[in-house]
């Protein structure tokens, strides 16, 4: 018994680890997002703006369109979609007890994607008067809305008396995702040229449109989802043992998993509305975060906010300059860059994939 | 103050698993299920935990179960499955954790350290849960579920332990010290159910053993009461003869003494 004593002073490693990693992730944000303001096409930066300021003299007509309209909204648009696609993946990964569910697995990125591109192709075939009515968020809202239509399809097909089944609801999704996908590859086929252009750079995922409408368009359904998605921190530890233990240790499983899920779907929704399909981040950021610090989702899925934020930046910053003044999609650079990181992780823990 | 299942139905498709079971647990006792396999042990304790869906009643100190939110059910009562698999590369400690987060221990944190101490298991209490042993695992997972209802008896109200073949994959000394852990809650003033697949060990141990076969009880009692060469060949569909040790009398069984 004298060697309890001693046990019982080790500190929680990871724990501490991951609380640390709040300060260190929130710090290099910050740090990503002057770097985002700095740099871009024009040879406009920061430094140079912020010296005028401190020196009394005002900003030209160039400087204040870059940073305010071109610069800022991206880098909102950038922080939002980065922390919803990386807390969603963090979210559905917890609910599906499966380290490689995504958004993207379960049809919701499918269902917005068709959103987006019945909107395109269809959209000039609607009344004039809708058309002028929504403008340029045409597109965005139909995105969401087929996001949020294949969501609760696929919870009324995978929910019987209450019950959600994990592998009834990957198998529909994965159904869904391809009924969704034959449907776009339709409209694909009777699209225009012009109508297939924007189809291609709306599903490399883009940042590129970004503008102070589409982010206050897609950024409160954004907060409010990853609002309620961190409150699940708790409740997916519970359902990591178990939907049966989860209930038996006091959670209310069928009631997590209702909101979870709806977080997830409005959070993927409106990211992938306001910026296509960027891959990777909800599947690369949690897996990271849970090799540096473990795999509690408590403080995991606020990590992966400040992770998936920072990163989406700094990758939207090499889309912009690589080929500047032209720029990437950065669904490319994502996916360039992470789908080796993915591949890294599941040669290195193949054990994850039998779960 | 007990554990009262009344009139347990469940069916899985058209094939009765229970028919119409019942048993009381009491505080201060070991309760133990056995019964061939199939016979409706776990469908039993499945039932009684809420974990599947079942006809009949079910009442934990004085309140009907199905009226109690999840988390007042977890101030009362833990539930060891037969088998654990952990979804995320958490450690042992963090495990024992979990459990916690939702008993009423939650502001004790030394409980996890000591409930491993228990189950022997301090020692590991930074591995993965994934690097341990199937033996190592269970009782990891039975600190868990001890960490959750720490105190056997709290605001004069007994607490639970529902385990379902707690000893199924230990060797004979864990086997040993988990039934000591389940008595000494029980000793404690707290209520101990367990499905037992293990007759001597469930002699030694039980205050009170029901024997299943068929979906449906043949007998609850002592084991001095139940544990006869005619129940229990009745139950196990073969010719067995129970002996007892000499002093104590307790009943035990010689496979080498059965006949098919």
């Known amino acids: ?355 | 103050m007990s554990l009262i299942a009344e009139n347990i139905r469940v069916s899985y498709g058209k094939r009765e698993a229970l028919r119409g079971v019942g048993l009381t647990a009491l505080p201060g006792e070991v309760t133990a299920i056995v019964g061939p396999n199939g016979s409706g042990k776990s469908t039993l304790l499945g039932a009684i935990t809420a974990s599947l869906a079942y006809q009949g009643r079910v009442s934990l100190n004085g309140r009907c179960v199905e009226r109690m939110k999840p988390w007042e059910l977890a101030a009362i009562r833990a539930v060891l499955p037969q088998a654990s698999r952990l979804a995320f590369p958490f450690t042992v400690i963090e495990v024992v954790r979990i459990g916690l987060q939702s008993g009423t221990a939650g502001d004790r944190p030394e409980v996890p350290m000591q409930a491993l101490a228990r189950v022997g298991l301090a020692h590991y209490a930074h591995r993965t849960f994934q690097e341990l042993s199937g033996g190592e695992a269970q009782r990891a997972m039975l600190a868990r579920v001890l960490a959750q209802v720490w105190a056997p008896v709290e605001d004069g109200q007994p607490r639970w332990l529902l385990l379902d073949e707690p000893v199924s994959s230990l060797d004979i000394a864990h086997q040993l010290q988990v039934m000591e852990i389940a008595r000494d809650f029980a000793r404690a003033g707290g209520g101990v159910l367990a499905v037992m697949h293990d007759l001597n060990l469930t002699a030694l141990y039980a205050d009170r053993v029901a024997v299943l076969a068929d979906g449906e009880r043949l007998a609850f009692g002592t084991p001095a009461e139940v544990l006869t060469d005619e129940t229990l060949s009745r139950a196990y569909g073969c010719a067995l003869r129970v002996s007892a040790t000499p002093p104590s009398g307790v009943p035990f069984i010689l496979p080498h003494a059965a006949s098919a």
């Open chain 1, 1 to 355: 018994m004298a060697a309890l004593s001693d046990i019982e002073t080790i500190p929680h490693h990871r724990e501490t680890r991951a609380n640390t990693l709040h300060w260190a992730l929130a710090g290099a944000l910050v740090l990503s997002c002057f770097a985002s303001l700095q740099v871009g096409a024009t040879d406009v930066t920061l430094s140079t703006m912020l010296a005028k300021l401190i020196h009394g003299e005002t900003l030209s007509q160039i400087e204040r369109v870059v940073l305010f309209d071109i610069r800022l909204p991206r880098l909102a648009m950038g922080v939002l979609v980065g922390a919803a696609l990386a807390v969603s993946g963090a979210a559905m990964q917890g609910l599906f007890r499966n380290p490689l569910a995504d958004p993207g697995i379960v049809g919701v990125g499918a269902g917005a994607g068709l959103g987006a591109i019945l909107a395109i192709v269809l959209g000039t075939l609607l009344p004039a008067w809708l058309i002028d009515l929504t403008g340029n968020q045409l597109t965005p809202f139909a995105a969401f809305l087929g996001g949020w239509g294949s969501t609760i399809l696929l919870y009324r097909v995978s929910t019987r008396h209450g019950r959600t089944s994990v592998a009834t609801m990957l198998l529909a999704g994965i159904a869904l995702g391809a009924l969704a996908g034959a449907l776009s590859g339709i409209l694909v086929y009777i699209a225009d040229d012009t109508q297939l252009r924007d189809l291609t750079f709306w599903g490399l995922g883009s940042l590129a449109g970004a503008s102070w409408a589409k982010v206050f368009a897609a950024g409160p359904m954004i907060l409010l989802a990853i609002g309620v998605s961190l409150t699940l921190g708790r409740g997916l530890n519970g359902l990591a043992l178990g939907e049966a233990t989860a209930a038996h240790i006091g959670i209310d499983v069928q009631r997590m998993k209702s909101t979870g899920i709806l977080a997830v779907a409005g959070a993927t929704g409106a990211a992938v509305a306001v910026s296509g399909g960027i891959g990777f981040i909800g599947i690369v950021v949690p897996h990271l975060l849970r090799l540096a610090s473990g795999p509690d989702h408590r403080t995991l899925l606020l990590n992966a906010a400040l992770l998936g934020a920072t990163l989406l930046i700094l990758a939207d910053m090499i889309a912009r300059v690589v080929i500047a003044p032209a720029e990437l999609p950065i669904g490319i650079v994502t996916a360039v860059l992470g789908a080796p990181v993915f591949l890294w992780i599941l040669l290195k823990r193949r054990g994850l994939v039998e779960l």
